[in-house]
Every structure is written in structure tokens, then in C-alpha cells.
């Protein structure tokens, strides 16, 4: 079984802070690609940021480089996303999938991930 899990998404103002969490189940994250990607009302699915296995490489989209940081902690099996100067572009249900293709995120396309979770909600508004 193949199962990531995310969560800590939440009501923000404009310009505040978030911290995502997307912990595995029924592997180890830690050897696996891991991207995030986010869909916002009425949108398709886009690339978000990627880190690679051991966390060697890093990929951000450009509408949040600067502002989002990926990150791993080996020892609770989870891949965060701090994100921070949030804006209401920002608001979307946000995903976490591995590369199925074991990449080093040279590729933000959704296609290339799989096993998604449930998703956790942002919302950025005054």
C-alpha cells in the first residue's frame, strides 16, 4: 500500500504564514521524489515545489518561489511545505504524490506523480 496523507492547511490572512505536512504510509519517504501541487476553484492541477530523494534537489514553481520552502524531516517520514507572505491566489486544496518516474524534479507536471492523498484546504482571505 501506497498512502500519503496531508494536513495542516487552515483559514490565513493575506501576507500570513501555513505549514503543510505530508507524511507517508506504507513506505519510506525519504527514498522517494516528493512533489506538491495545489488546484484552486475551477483550476486544473498545478506544480507547486518537488524534493528530490534525501532532499539533493529542490524545484519551485514561479509563482512561489521566494515565498514557499519544501523540506523533509526523515525521522517522522514527512515532507513539509512552509509557506509564508500567503496571498489569495494561494487558496486551493493542496496535494502531495511521488514521483512515479524517480526524477530529481526536473518536472513540476502532475502527470509524472502519483498515489495522491486527500488533499488538505488553504484559504487566504481577509
Known amino acids: 500500500q501506497l498512502q500519503l496523507v496531508e494536513s495542516g492547511g487552515g483559514l490565513v490572512q493575506p501576507g500570513g504564514s501555513l505549514r503543510l505536512s505530508c507524511a507517508a504510509s506504507g513506505f519510506s519517504l525519504l527514498s522517494y521524489t516528493i512533489g506538491w501541487f495545489r488546484q484552486a476553484p475551477g483550476k486544473g492541477r498545478e506544480g507547486v515545489s518537488c524534493?528530490?530523494?534525501?532532499?539533493?534537489?529542490?524545484n519551485y514553481a514561479d509563482s512561489v518561489k521566494g515565498r514557499f520552502t519544501i523540506s523533509r524531516d526523515n525521522a517522522k517520514n514527512t515532507v513539509y511545505l512552509q509557506m509564508n507572505s500567503l496571498t489569495p491566489e494561494d487558496t486551493a486544496i493542496y496535494y502531495c504524490?511521488?514521483?512515479?518516474?524517480?526524477?530529481?524534479?526536473?518536472?513540476?507536471?502532475?502527470?509524472?506523480?502519483?498515489?495522491w492523498g486527500q488533499g488538505t484546504q488553504v484559504t487566504v482571505s481577509s
Open positions: 524534493i528530490s530523494s534525501y532532499g539533493g534537489s529542490t
Open positions: 504524490a511521488f514521483d512515479v518516474f524517480g526524477r530529481r524534479c526536473e518536472s513540476l507536471a502532475p502527470s509524472g506523480f502519483g498515489s
